[in-house]
């Protein structure tokens, strides 16, 4: 497979993750367990959100069973799929991650899970809870019936941005109160979605997340940015073009 080629399967694998709030865990189990044997897979429903890198971002409780299994082999895998709705789910994408998840004590990382997943502030603060990062070795992208593709970890990688990830927050938290009009546009025009009170809960090089209510929307800016200052601009440029959309 060619540069180009691998550049485009990694953006369409960033696309579908950054579009996920959910995904499923996979474990090597560790010994000492009564029902499971050492080594056996363990699978698990987590909630996921995404670093500027597109690494996956998780908040895990000392107590649960994958945890354990994590404390004692790192290894893991993580599968997000975009199959909701589909009359034949094994047409739609879906892509599994393998690698290799160690906890952080980053507080951006943090605060863009918590921002994803507001939910979870309720026990984000207990002892037993933990953010994990995910280092990406490979992926395994399957986009429907014949389109079957392994990455290395470095074509799904985005190049993170220090300066945006660091005002973030405050870009965010600028257009939810100051700008709520525009990202109801984002929503409504640009990507179809209904009701008001849409809020932003992350932007990263490649575009914005939006979420109202448990429902979910990605923004997608034209070209990748790197700046605080050239994704204010881009947020500009979306919303002028949502307002030249006709209702």
């Not at 696309?15 to 995904?23: E, I, M, T, V």
């Not at 945890?67 to 199959?83: E, F, G, I």
């Not at 037993?128 to 490979?138: E, G, K, P, R, V």
Request: glycine share 10%; with cysteine; aromatic share 6%.
């Amino acid at each position: 497979m060619n540069g180009d080629a691998a550049a485009a399967l990694g953006a369409d694998i960033r696309a579908l993750l950054r579009g996920a709030d959910r995904a499923a865990l996979s474990t090597v189990m560790r010994e000492g367990t009564e029902y499971a044997p050492a080594g056996a897979p363990y699978g698990s429903l987590v909630l996921a959100a995404w670093g500027h890198d597109a690494a996956p971002l998780l908040l895990l409780s000392d107590l649960a069973d994958h945890t354990k299994n994590l404390q004692q082999d790192p290894r893991c895998s993580l599968m997000v799929d975009a199959v909701a709705g589909l009359e034949d789910p094994l047409t739609g994408a879906r892509v599994t991650l393998v690698g290799e998840i160690a906890q952080s004590d980053d507080p951006t990382l943090a605060a863009r899970f918590l921002a994803r997943h507001p939910s979870a502030e309720l026990y984000a603060g207990f002892g037993d809870f933990n953010l994990y990062h995910m280092t990406i070795q490979s992926a395994h992208l399957v986009a429907g019936f014949g389109r079957i593709h392994w990455l290395a970890g470095e074509a799904v990688r985005s190049k993170a941005s220090a300066d945006l990830l660091a005002q973030e927050a405050e870009v965010v938290a600028h257009m939810n109160e100051d700008h709520s009009d525009a990202v109801g546009l984002y929503a409504n025009r640009l990507l179809g979605l209904p009701g008001v009170g849409w809020r932003l809960t992350g932007i990263d090089p490649e575009g914005a997340d939006l979420h109202r209510q448990g429902a979910r929307g990605r923004l997608s800016f034209k070209k990748p940015v790197s700046t605080a200052e050239e994704a204010r601009v881009e947020l500009v440029r979306l919303v002028k073009q949502a307002r030249a959309t006709a209702r």
